[in-house]
């Protein structure tokens, strides 16, 4: 059922909103292989406020961090992460396909990457994949090791699945915040009243809030946060900027925006 959309403004703000964080697409994968220790390492070292990461599992049940569910295009090997133990899978390379600089990388553990990157000042953006199993347990696992590492008052649990986001936020003594990942205008107007309902963020393709600053301007008068992925143009950001983005998601860390927006 697609839902009812309040009526668009007619202009843009009077005063559009600085950007609250600039958020490393994968860590920064510009410069170093996206979703390794070091992509992470040197996202923090750029400056980056928060970081983006995916979650793969898994047969024994170890939460990773990749974005591809199969081994061939970042990591070496073949097959699919959710068929390997982490025994199988914890030495494969996963960095030499970006430079061979990057030979010792390897797939990171979820725990590896929050240990490592304690010293980030902002939040971690989760991208939870649909194609997953989502299991109860396999949900609290990912909440217990963001509360054991003081992550989940930081953390947002995105997926372009509502369902498997609204899993990390049942417990209402430890709210957890959740995004809501969409691809196309269909899929903003499907899920916008359920994320007032769950006061979940938008994470939206960059390309249809070019297109349509009205949903920005909609989703600020319904009180959500908007986030738009994946931003490398600075001339991108600036106009998303003017229409008054809240954040946006980046591989290059866009330093252009970076410096003028630390609020």
Not at 187 to 202: D, M, Y
Not at 230 to 255: C, H, K, M, W, Y
Request: aromatic fraction near 8%.
């Amino acid at each position: 059922m697609t839902s009812q959309l309040p009526q668009p403004l007619t202009s843009a703000p009077d005063h559009p909103t600085a950007f609250v964080d600039v958020i490393a697409h994968r860590g920064y994968s510009a410069g170093a292989p996206e979703n390794t220790p070091i992509a992470f390492q040197r996202a923090m070292e750029m400056g980056a406020r928060s970081i983006e990461l995916d979650i793969q599992w898994t047969r024994d049940d170890v939460p990773v961090v990749s974005h591809d569910p199969s081994l061939g295009r970042t990591i070496a090997g073949s097959g699919r992460i959710a068929e390997l133990t982490w025994p199988e899978l914890e030495n494969c390379d996963a960095g030499s396909w970006f430079d061979g600089e990057f030979a010792d990388q390897r797939v990171p553990t979820l725990e590896t990457v929050l240990k490592l990157v304690k010293p980030l000042p902002g939040e971690l953006f989760l991208d939870l994949k649909p194609h997953c199993q989502w299991s109860l347990e396999r949900v609290k696992i990912v909440r217990d090791l963001l509360e054991r590492y003081r992550w989940r008052e930081r953390s947002v649990a995105c997926s372009f699945d509502p369902d498997v986001a609204d899993r990390f936020n049942t417990d209402p003594a430890h709210p957890m915040a959740i995004g809501y990942s969409i691809a196309s205008i269909e899929s903003f107007h499907e899920v916008f009243a359920r994320a007032i309902t769950a006061s979940a963020r938008l994470i939206c393709a960059y390309d249809i809030l070019l297109a349509d600053p009205d949903l920005i301007w909609n989703a600020h008068a319904s009180g959500l946060e908007i986030v738009a992925w994946t931003v490398d143009r600075p001339e991108d950001a600036l106009q998303l900027s003017e229409f008054g983005i809240d954040r946006v998601i980046t591989n290059t860390l866009l330093p252009e925006i970076t410096s003028e927006s630390d609020v």
